[in-house]
């Protein structure tokens, strides 16, 4: 692992750290979809701009510290445009930056960072876009208890800090989501004084594999034996292999015991370890 951080820390820094050490990268979570969100932001942000590579009006920064904007949409596909409290504004996306201390609230959650809306299939979308380290103060805590020990937490971070780093891609509308189907991100209200210290501890430090970043897959419980990925996805990656998890094995699963179907014998039963094989 440690070989992996030291290849990590040199193949991402520059993307990762910017002048003066401080972070530049941004990713684009998306946290709400609904036919309406509410937003509200309770600190005074900087001019508010259209959203980069997209066609959007600006938020009206003056009323959002003092005030919650129902977002809603109407017409569809191509004549699909935003609404604020009813009132149509002409454009499907609506942006407001992320700037230094500002939090936003969307769906009666708080972010740190800005917000990016979009009209998209009736719904309307709600994509945090935030610093990376900010990002993972609201990620780790909500994958491992913070009580754990510091080397855990650490690993953590360094694995969720790749995950997402490894995903971001601006010609998407958004990197990764805000649930189990990518990695959960809860928001301020997640962030812990020990996991904000293990993010601190290993900043800007990736897994590296082949002067790339790796797929840092995790899961709360295996079940007793991870899969490969050539078993999950059709695809050989040399580093995700099918091996002992006795952590999860019997008694000690997370979320109990598991249930495996032989392929021999055609019936389920209880695993220490399901393999595809048995």
């Not at 005030?67 to 504004?89: D, E, I, K, R, Y």
């Not at 002067?211 to 580093?239: I, M, R």
Request: glycine share 10%; with cysteine; net charge positive.
């Amino acid at each position: 692992m440690r070989s992996c951080l030291r290849s990590g820390v040199s193949l991402l820094a520059a993307l990762l750290l910017g002048a003066g050490g401080a972070s530049a990268l941004n990713v684009r979570v998306l946290v709400a979809s609904a036919p309406q969100l509410t937003v509200r932001v309770p600190t005074a942000p900087a001019a508010a701009t259209g959203a980069p590579g997209s066609v959007g009006a600006a938020l009206p920064a003056a009323a959002l510290p003092t005030q919650a904007w129902t977002v809603g949409v109407v017409g569809a596909g191509a004549a699909a445009q935003l609404t604020l409290n009813g009132q149509p504004t002409g454009s499907a996306t609506l942006y407001l930056p992320p700037g230094a201390g500002r939090t936003v609230e969307i769906a009666g959650r708080a972010y740190r960072g800005g917000v990016h809306l979009r009209a998209e299939k009736g719904a309307v979308q709600g994509v945090n876009v935030v610093d990376i380290e900010e990002y993972l103060r609201g990620v780790v805590p909500a994958e491992m208890p913070a009580s754990w020990p510091a080397a855990a937490l650490q690993a953590q971070a360094v694995i969720a800090r790749t995950y997402v780093a490894a995903r971001v891609n601006p010609a998407a509308p958004y990197d990764t989501c805000a649930t189990q189907s990518c990695q959960v991100y809860a928001g301020t209200q997640a962030e812990k004084p020990a996991t904000d210290a293990a993010i601190a501890a290993t900043r800007a430090q990736v897994v590296a594999f082949g002067s790339k970043a790796a797929s840092t897959y995790f899961s709360s419980d295996s079940g007793g034996f991870t899969a490969s990925s050539a078993e999950v996805w059709g695809s050989e990656v040399p580093y995700l292999t099918a091996r002992p998890d006795p952590f999860s094995a019997g008694d000690r699963a997370p979320a109990g015991g598991w249930r495996c179907r032989c392929r021999r014998c055609r019936r389920w039963r209880r695993s220490t370890g399901c393999r595809s094989g048995r």
